[in-house]
């Protein structure tokens, strides 16, 4: 299995930086997802990658081989680098049937027909579509064509497979079926998947690790639940969660070393760092972030809110908590509802409220934090 190498990779496009500096190491197997708002860099690393764009510097490698290098003059062809590119648009042939699709790239390497039926018959059954083989495009659901083609993409068996947002045209339900049958085909294949999207609930359920970028340039590169409860920035924290993270802003004073005192709309908070110390600068502004679950609604709750609104779902409620001129979000998990404009107490629970500088965005410190 191949692992892929970037080194100070960086695309500009005249004046434009769509990728900066981005140095990067996906391991053999993977599933990568690359992370970010619209227009931060992400499709076009993959095309990198792919060899569908050719970098301005820096190096690339995939499976120990160099594929390409700015200072060495060194740029192998997108069908040289043994990977299989999965388009948003799916692209299949119309008037070509299921089978004819999957068996196209194989007929083009002159395999021999029976061994192209063989591997086309593997791929139908692996994706589950062998009753769809004799149709074409136009017959088929959005899903279905899906499957069609990740199974052309496979047929050639590619060390790794790229995919640009792939589910983006599917509704809502067919997408979170979509992603339990991706995770399960990376687990049979033990390929490698390097994934582009914008959703960043998609980068949590299926990925082994999330490169989550800003504007080109790598913000954080971890396991997805290492970016969720310790991310790297204000960026990250705000970008990962739905419902998104809190963030309380006020000044922060050190207490004994090792805590720090805030104090905001009457709330008068402590928060203890889980290991190691922190210290302040005089009058340094930083931003505390709480995930929702970690908001506790009780009876014995020190601090007071009203209830803003109240969005049961179901499985849990999103409640939304005014406490003086912050609004909080918590959720309480259970089918419970409650009534806007009521009184309730709440705190926090947990150890992983983070501080932040406020200024330069920095994960300063993971900890508790107490309504004292």
Not at 184 to 191: F, N, P
């Given at each position: 299995?191949?692992?892929?190498?970037?080194?100070?990779?960086?695309?500009?496009?005249?004046?434009?930086?769509?990728?900066?500096?981005?140095?990067?190491?996906?391991?053999?197997?993977?599933?990568?997802?690359l992370?970010?708002?619209?227009?931060?860099?992400?499709?076009?690393?993959?095309?990198?990658?792919?060899?569908?764009?050719?970098?301005?510097?820096?190096?690339?490698?995939?499976d120990?081989?160099?594929?390409?290098?700015?200072?060495?003059?060194?740029?192998?062809?997108p069908?040289?680098?043994?990977?299989?590119?999965?388009?948003?648009?799916?692209?299949?042939?119309?008037?070509?049937?299921?089978?004819?699709?999957?068996?196209?790239?194989?007929?083009?390497?002159?395999?021999?027909?029976?061994?192209?039926?063989?591997?086309?018959?593997?791929?139908?059954?692996?994706?589950?579509?062998?009753?769809?083989?004799?149709?074409?495009?136009?017959?088929?659901?959005?899903?279905?064509?899906?499957?069609?083609?990740?199974?052309?993409?496979?047929?050639?068996?590619?060390?790794?497979?790229?995919?640009?947002?792939?589910?983006?045209?599917?509704?809502?339900?067919?997408?979170?079926?979509?992603?339990?049958?991706?995770?399960?085909?990376?687990?049979?294949?033990?390929?490698?998947?390097?994934?582009?999207?914008?959703d960043?609930?998609?980068?949590?359920?299926?990925?082994?690790?999330t490169?989550?970028?800003?504007?080109?340039?790598?913000?954080?590169?971890?396991?997805?639940?290492?970016?969720?409860?310790?991310?790297?920035?204000?960026?990250?924290?705000?970008?990962?969660g739905?419902?998104?993270?809190?963030?309380?802003?006020?000044?922060?004073?050190?207490?004994?070393?090792?805590?720090?005192?805030?104090?905001v709309?009457?709330?008068?908070?402590?928060?203890?760092?889980?290991?190691?110390?922190?210290?302040?600068?005089?009058?340094?502004?930083?931003?505390?972030?709480?995930?929702?679950?970690f908001?506790?609604?009780?009876?014995?709750?020190?601090?007071?809110?009203?209830?803003?609104?109240?969005?049961?779902?179901?499985?849990?409620?999103?409640?939304?908590?005014?406490?003086?001129?912050?609004?909080?979000?918590?959720?309480?998990?259970?089918?419970?509802?409650?009534?806007?404009?009521?009184?309730?107490?709440?705190?926090?629970?947990?150890?992983?409220?983070i501080?932040?500088?406020?200024?330069?965005?920095?994960?300063?410190?993971?900890?508790?934090?107490?309504?004292?």
């Amino acid at each position: 299995m191949p692992e892929i190498i970037l080194k100070h990779v960086s695309k500009r496009f005249g004046k434009f930086v769509a990728v900066d500096d981005l140095s990067m190491v996906i391991d053999d197997g993977s599933f990568v997802t690359l992370l970010g708002p619209s227009g931060c860099g992400k499709t076009t690393t993959l095309r990198m990658i792919a060899g569908l764009e050719t970098p301005t510097d820096g190096e690339i490698s995939i499976d120990g081989k160099l594929v390409f290098s700015a200072e060495r003059g060194i740029d192998v062809s997108p069908d040289k680098r043994d990977v299989g590119f999965l388009f948003q648009n799916y692209a299949l042939w119309p008037h070509m049937t299921v089978e004819q699709n999957i068996s196209f790239g194989l007929e083009n390497l002159k395999w021999d027909k029976a061994r192209t039926a063989s591997r086309v018959a593997e791929l139908l059954a692996t994706l589950k579509i062998s009753q769809f083989g004799k149709r074409y495009p136009s017959e088929l659901s959005g899903g279905q064509q899906q499957r069609v083609a990740i199974a052309r993409t496979l047929a050639t068996g590619p060390k790794v497979l790229f995919m640009d947002e792939p589910l983006s045209n599917l509704d809502a339900k067919l997408r979170t079926e979509m992603r339990s049958e991706l995770k399960r085909l990376h687990a049979e294949t033990d390929s490698t998947f390097v994934y582009v999207t914008h959703d960043q609930l998609e980068a949590m359920t299926l990925s082994t690790r999330t490169c989550l970028m800003k504007e080109g340039v790598l913000q954080q590169y971890a396991p997805p639940l290492e970016v969720y409860h310790n991310p790297a920035n204000l960026f990250v924290a705000d970008f990962v969660g739905n419902p998104t993270m809190n963030f309380i802003e006020g000044v922060g004073r050190d207490v004994n070393l090792d805590e720090i005192n805030l104090s905001v709309d009457g709330l008068d908070m402590l928060f203890t760092p889980i290991s190691g110390s922190i210290t302040l600068r005089d009058n340094q502004a930083i931003t505390l972030g709480i995930r929702p679950e970690f908001v506790r609604i009780s009876g014995t709750g020190k601090g007071k809110a009203r209830v803003y609104a109240a969005l049961p779902s179901g499985m849990e409620t999103v409640v939304k908590l005014r406490s003086g001129s912050q609004l909080l979000t918590s959720v309480v998990f259970g089918a419970v509802d409650f009534r806007i404009d009521d009184e309730v107490l709440f705190d926090f629970t947990g150890e992983s409220c983070i501080v932040f500088d406020s200024e330069s965005g920095a994960n300063l410190a993971i900890g508790t934090l107490c309504i004292v």
